[in-house]
């Protein structure tokens, strides 16, 4: 098994690691900074660089259990054994980092001041739409929304990433909102994101230490994907 280095530390853009397999749809390595696509968190890119060689990293996903670094087409791959530096694409990552710790705060206030829960979401690099469970949506709303994601922000509240033992995690009534006992009987423990007083979560992606560092989100535009569903979507100012 890769070791998922991202997990515990998603500030390290790169790190030595040895190829393990390599196979049509890609590379696996011994451990890895590279996160696989999920959870509604694209794949990482970026470079592998050995003696001799380099490799562009178009995707990263997660096949049978294994990490995946997906070179880009007509690539040669490194040599199984090979000594590889991995290195990430530290600014789409990290713009995808404060895209993903905006969506947590967003489904936390929306939880707690409006009562919905989540459905569902998706994001890109500094774009992201989240859906509640929402009679309806006025764009006062998500002007209202925007604002209290803002103040919520900027209060820097830090992000705690925790690995709890499943028990602990089926008995915590914020993780219950989140449906933690649809988590596969498998996992355990658990990785929890805390945005402390904001959002508490299972969740295996990747996010900031602290809320001030996602900056200014917009809400650029609320829209009913049907009943009980309706879509919000943000944006990071500076992109
Ligand atoms: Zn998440």
């Given at each position: 098994m890769t070791d998922e280095i991202f997990s515990?530390?998603?500030?390290?853009?790169?790190?030595?690691a040895t190829v393990t397999e390599v196979r049509d749809d890609g590379v696996v390595l011994d451990r890895t900074v590279f996160y696989a696509r999920g959870g509604g968190q694209p794949g990482d890119t970026g470079t592998l660089r050995w003696e001799g060689g380099e490799a562009r990293v178009a995707d990263t996903v997660k096949a049978s259990g294994e990490v995946l670094h997906v070179l880009e087409e007509g690539t040669t791959p490194p040599p199984v054994?090979?000594?590889?530096t991995a290195e990430?694409?530290?600014?789409?990552?990290?713009?995808?980092?404060?895209?993903?710790t905006a969506l947590h705060a967003l489904s936390g206030i929306v939880f707690t001041d409006y009562g919905a829960r989540v459905t569902g979401g998706n994001m890109e690099p500094g774009a992201a739409r989240m859906d509640f469970e929402l009679d309806g949506?006025?764009?006062?709303?998500?002007?209202?929304?925007?604002q209290k994601l803002n103040a919520a922000l900027q209060n820097d509240h830090p992000v705690h990433v925790s690995f709890v033992p499943?028990?602990?995690?089926?008995a915590d009534p914020d993780l219950i909102r989140t449906k933690v006992n649809l988590i596969?009987?498998?996992v355990d423990p658990i990785r929890v994101i805390d945005i402390e007083g904001l959002d508490k979560q299972a969740d295996g992606g990747?996010?900031?230490?602290?809320?001030?560092e996602v900056g200014h989100v917009r809400v650029v535009k609320t829209e009913s994907k049907g009943k009980a569903n309706k879509r919000m979507r943000i944006e990071l100012d500076d992109t």
């Open positions: 515990r530390d998603a500030y390290q853009a790169s790190t030595d054994g090979a000594s590889v990430i694409d530290w600014e789409r990552r990290h713009t995808l980092m404060r895209t993903h949506i006025t764009q006062e709303f998500g002007r209202e929304v925007e499943r028990a602990q995690a089926l596969p009987e498998a990747t996010h900031v230490r602290s809320t001030a």
